[in-house]
Structures are given as structure tokens and as C-alpha cells.
């Protein structure tokens, strides 16, 4: 079981890292979708993030009930398959990705997420949003295949490296009306995390491409500016 263990551990790194939708294929057919549904629920798909804004949508996390009631077709492998890698009858807000990023960086805690011009004297209190137990172990291996896919050699999303380690996976969206969607999630310091970003591009192209050295700026700018404002306190 163990030996089984470390295959698996293996073989997710190097398929995060490199983006090998095989991999997931595999795994979502080994996994199947009644038990994949379950838990993209709990990580918070399919169910609004409850952010103070308006018209905020659930998303849809399909099930084998849900293809027939609303086809009249049975769910087939491909389907499976499809949704292995989000795709398929799978919709998911940007929000929705980057809080279940942050149930993983918060070992299995993600907050409401709120819209903030400026804290000033402000308090914002956080407010637990969705809170599961993940095995350890578990976290640890998602963790450090996501640092791997930005520092390994190869990783895809190589462009996103930076001298403040950060981590995280890129995303290309296909989308039939025109130039795939493009994304990356990222989180920095990987040891220590304090800002998780999304960037999203509509018809952007490839995430890796893209949207990795987005989402490094924003973390450098963030940084840069947290020092600045350090500084002028001290003085």
C-alpha cells in the first residue's frame, strides 16, 4: 500500500507539474465521477462564494443524475474523462478556482472572500467558508507539486518563477467560440503563504504563456509595495 502510495505521489507531481492531462484522465477514470462530484463540492464548486457582489453564479458541478435528468443520456467515460481535466459539462467562476486553491494552502480552510477598496482602520474579520479535513500528507505532496510546476525544470509555468517563491499551476481553457482562455493560480511564499492571485484571460491563449508572468508580477509589485510602506513606518 505504501509502495502503491509513492507511485501515485510520483506520478501526480510530475503530471501537475508538466500539465499532463493523461494523467488525469487515468485518475478520473480510477476515481470515477460520483466520488470526483462529491469533492469538487467540498472544495467549493458548484456553490456561490458568498463575496459581497452582485449576480454572483454557482457554477455547475455535473453529476450522472444530473446528464440524465437534464439529456436524457446516460453518462459516459468520456464525460469522465472531460471533467478530469474541468472541462466537459463543468462550470467553475474564477473566484470558485482560486478559493479551492486556498483550501489547500490553508490546509483544508478557505474564507468568504470580500471586496475591499482600502482597510485604513478597517477590520475585516475572516469568516470561514469552507473547512474539511485533508490528510496531511496529502497537502503536503499537492503543495509541493504546485511549487514544482513553477521551479522544476520543464514545469509549465517556468515564467512565473520568482525570487519570492511562489507556486502554483497553470490552466488553458478551450473555448469554442474562439482562442482558449488563459490562467494561472499562484501563492506566495510557498513556506509561508500570505497572497494567493488568479489571473484570467478571456481568449488570452495559453495560461503558462500568459498568464504565469501576471500573476509573478502582482506578487513582486505586492511585495515591493508591503517594503515601501515597511520603510516609511520606521521613519
Same mark, same amino acid.
Given at each position: 500500500?505504501?509502495?502503491?502510495?509513492?507511485?501515485?505521489?510520483?506520478?501526480?507531481?510530475?503530471?501537475?507539474?508538466?500539465?499532463?492531462?493523461? +494523467?488525469?484522465?487515468?485518475?478520473?477514470? &480510477?476515481?470515477? @465521477? !460520483? $466520488?470526483?462530484?462529491?469533492? #469538487?463540492?467540498?472544495?467549493?464548486? %458548484?456553490?456561490?462564494?458568498?463575496?459581497?457582489?452582485?449576480?454572483?453564479?454557482?457554477?455547475?458541478?455535473?453529476?450522472?443524475?444530473?446528464?440524465?435528468?437534464?439529456?436524457?443520456?446516460?453518462?459516459?467515460?468520456?464525460?469522465?474523462?472531460?471533467?478530469?481535466?474541468?472541462?466537459?459539462?463543468?462550470?467553475?467562476?474564477?473566484?470558485?478556482?482560486?478559493?479551492?486553491?486556498?483550501?489547500?494552502?490553508?490546509?483544508?480552510?478557505?474564507?468568504?472572500?470580500?471586496?475591499?477598496?482600502?482597510?485604513?482602520?478597517?477590520?475585516?474579520?475572516?469568516?470561514?467558508?469552507?473547512? +474539511?479535513?485533508?490528510?496531511?500528507?496529502? &497537502?503536503?505532496? @499537492? !503543495? $509541493?507539486?504546485?511549487?514544482? #510546476?513553477?521551479?522544476?525544470?520543464? %514545469?509549465?509555468?517556468?515564467?512565473?518563477?520568482?525570487?519570492?517563491?511562489?507556486?502554483?499551476?497553470?490552466?488553458?481553457?478551450?473555448?469554442?467560440?474562439?482562442?482558449?482562455?488563459?490562467?494561472?493560480?499562484?501563492?506566495?511564499?510557498?513556506?509561508?503563504?500570505?497572497?494567493?492571485?488568479?489571473?484570467?484571460?478571456?481568449?488570452?491563449?495559453?495560461?503558462?504563456?500568459?498568464?504565469?508572468?501576471?500573476?509573478?508580477?502582482?506578487?513582486?509589485?505586492?511585495?515591493?509595495?508591503?517594503?515601501?510602506?515597511?520603510?516609511?513606518?520606521?521613519?
Amino acid at each position: 500500500m505504501l509502495e502503491e502510495r509513492r507511485t501515485w505521489e510520483f506520478e501526480y507531481r510530475d503530471g501537475t507539474t508538466y500539465s499532463c492531462d493523461i +494523467f488525469y484522465y487515468q485518475t478520473g477514470l &480510477l476515481v470515477k @465521477v !460520483k $466520488k470526483m462530484s462529491n469533492y #469538487a463540492k467540498k472544495f467549493g464548486f %458548484g456553490s456561490k462564494t458568498l463575496i459581497d457582489l452582485d449576480g454572483e453564479k454557482e457554477g455547475l458541478v455535473p453529476t450522472e443524475e444530473w446528464k440524465r435528468a437534464k439529456t436524457g443520456i446516460h453518462w459516459f467515460p468520456g464525460n469522465t474523462i472531460q471533467m478530469s481535466i474541468g472541462q466537459g459539462y463543468l462550470l467553475a467562476t474564477p473566484l470558485q478556482m482560486l478559493n479551492s486553491y486556498n483550501v489547500i494552502i490553508n490546509n483544508g480552510i478557505a474564507y468568504k472572500p470580500h471586496v475591499v477598496k482600502f482597510l485604513g482602520n478597517m477590520e475585516v474579520k475572516p469568516e470561514g467558508l469552507i473547512n +474539511f479535513n485533508i490528510r496531511g500528507d496529502t &497537502l503536503e505532496i @499537492v !503543495k $509541493k507539486s504546485l511549487w514544482e #510546476a513553477i521551479n522544476r525544470a520543464g %514545469g509549465t509555468g517556468w515564467r512565473a518563477k520568482s525570487n519570492f517563491s511562489i507556486a502554483g499551476k497553470t490552466a488553458t481553457i478551450e473555448n469554442p467560440h474562439g482562442l482558449s482562455h488563459a490562467s494561472f493560480i499562484g501563492f506566495s511564499p510557498f513556506n509561508n503563504p500570505e497572497i494567493s492571485i488568479i489571473a484570467f484571460l478571456e481568449s488570452g491563449g495559453g495560461g503558462g504563456e500568459i498568464a504565469a508572468p501576471i500573476v509573478k508580477n502582482i506578487v513582486e509589485s505586492y511585495f515591493k509595495l508591503k517594503k515601501e510602506r515597511y520603510a516609511k513606518r520606521q521613519h
